[in-house]
């Protein structure tokens, strides 16, 4: 951390945890939850859109970690309802994305959508915290290479051009897809996010249907002309 263990246990910031994975949430409090050490006070958790917007219109926390890959909409989604709060003229809740997903496009989107940093979920607990006191102070912090993604997006004053098709496809779809794209099996696909096969051939599917595609070589095609491989 950027401060010494002594002046660290004397500051506080409340933290909000949104990801829909319960045992991954469980791993991050009690790797950062431990408040006299860390200085970070868990005061709620969520597992998808409306659970987090819930929850952390309630509890009001400093710091939101949010995970991209989120049931009803995604992270993106959570920072466009809680918009009001991270405006706010005192206490504003501030979001920091904690995600497997070290995609361009995921990066791009939070950091449009609102959110002050992006890293990644191989982070340390000690740079976790770090992290999330520079983001209480209102810094930016970003995984090492995912700052790159930020800076190329924004160097230009031209927005980049809107990709309707991609729009369409909901972020799990996106991820998926991106998977298929680099030659994994269903199986593997299913046992990587946490889903069954089932509902990965379900993504598959949507996503075909919305591209107006017929294989997964097609799919493999498309997404590598895109660079979302």
């Given at each position: 951390m950027t401060e010494s263990?002594?002046?660290?246990?004397?500051?506080?910031?409340?933290v909000v945890l949104v990801d829909d994975h319960r045992m991954f949430r469980a791993g991050v409090q009690a790797?950062?939850?431990?408040?006299?050490?860390?200085?970070?006070?868990?005061?709620?958790e969520a597992a998808d859109v409306d659970q987090a917007v819930t929850v952390i219109t309630a509890t009001r926390p400093e710091v939101v970690l949010l995970d991209v890959h989120l049931p009803g909409g995604g992270g993106v989604e959570?920072?466009?309802?809680?918009?009001?709060?991270?405006?706010?003229a005192q206490h504003p809740v501030r979001f920091l994305a904690l995600s497997v997903s070290d995609a361009a496009e995921d990066v791009i989107g939070v950091i449009r959508g609102?959110?002050?940093?992006?890293?990644?979920?191989?982070?340390?607990g000690t740079d976790l915290v770090d992290s999330i006191f520079r983001v209480q102070d209102g810094d930016a912090v970003f995984?090492?290479?995912?700052?790159g993604f930020v800076l190329d997006a924004f160097a230009s004053t031209d927005a980049p051009p809107v990709d309707e098709d991609l729009d369409r496809l909901t972020q799990?779809?996106?991820?998926?897809?991106?998977l298929i794209a680099r030659g994994y099996a269903y199986k593997e696909i299913a046992k990587q996010l946490f889903i069954s096969v089932k509902t990965v051939e379900s993504h598959v599917s949507a996503v075909l249907r919305k591209l107006q595609l017929s294989?997964?070589?097609e799919l493999t095609r498309w997404a590598t002309a895109r660079r979302l491989v």
């Open positions: 263990a002594e002046e660290s246990v004397e500051r506080r910031v409340r790797e950062i939850g431990q408040t006299e050490r860390t200085g970070v006070e868990v005061v709620g959570v920072l466009r309802r809680c918009a009001p709060l991270m405006t706010a609102g959110a002050r940093g992006y890293v990644t979920k191989t982070i340390t995984s090492p290479r995912l700052a799990r779809e996106r991820e998926v897809l991106r294989n997964r070589h």
